[in-house]
């Protein structure tokens, strides 16, 4: 088998670079609209009680997404991918990538003192 050429393989991995930028873009973008535009806004037309009582809901979600559906899970998106990104054969599962952004939707979304950095960094 012969091997490319250097500029080749650079213009691949140009094109997957690009595709793959695209395609995180996509899913933060859905992930953005999903929680402030979806979930939030529906909350902040609420009642004051509903209002109050948002936050502790979704924590109270929260755990349970990540205990149940993220396999334990911890709550700490971004300080696990700063950590993996220090590691020499750094490992996120990706197993638990939708467990993660469901269980960020339902603290940001309920309005939990939450950045949407987190669940976009990971």
Do not use: C, W
């Not at 933060?28 to 529906?42: P, R």
């Not at 997404?65 to 396999?71: C, D, F, P, S």
């Not at 469901?102 to 939450?114: C, D, E, K, R």
């Amino acid at each position: 088998m012969q091997s490319l050429a250097p500029e080749a393989r650079h213009s691949r991995l140009l094109v997957a670079s690009a595709l793959l930028g695209v395609l995180v873009g996509v899913v933060v973008s859905a992930f953005e609209f999903v929680t402030v535009a979806g979930v939030l806004e529906n909350i902040t037309h609420q009642g004051l009680v509903v209002q109050t009582l948002a936050p502790l809901v979704g924590l109270a979600l929260t755990a349970i997404i990540l205990a149940k559906l993220g396999n334990n899970a911890t709550s700490s998106t971004s300080d696990e991918y700063i950590s993996a990104y220090h590691m020499r054969n750094p490992v996120l599962a990706p197993s638990k990538l939708p467990a993660r952004l469901l269980a960020g939707v339902t603290t940001i979304g309920f309005g939990g003192a939450l950045g949407l950095e987190g669940p976009s960094i990971y």
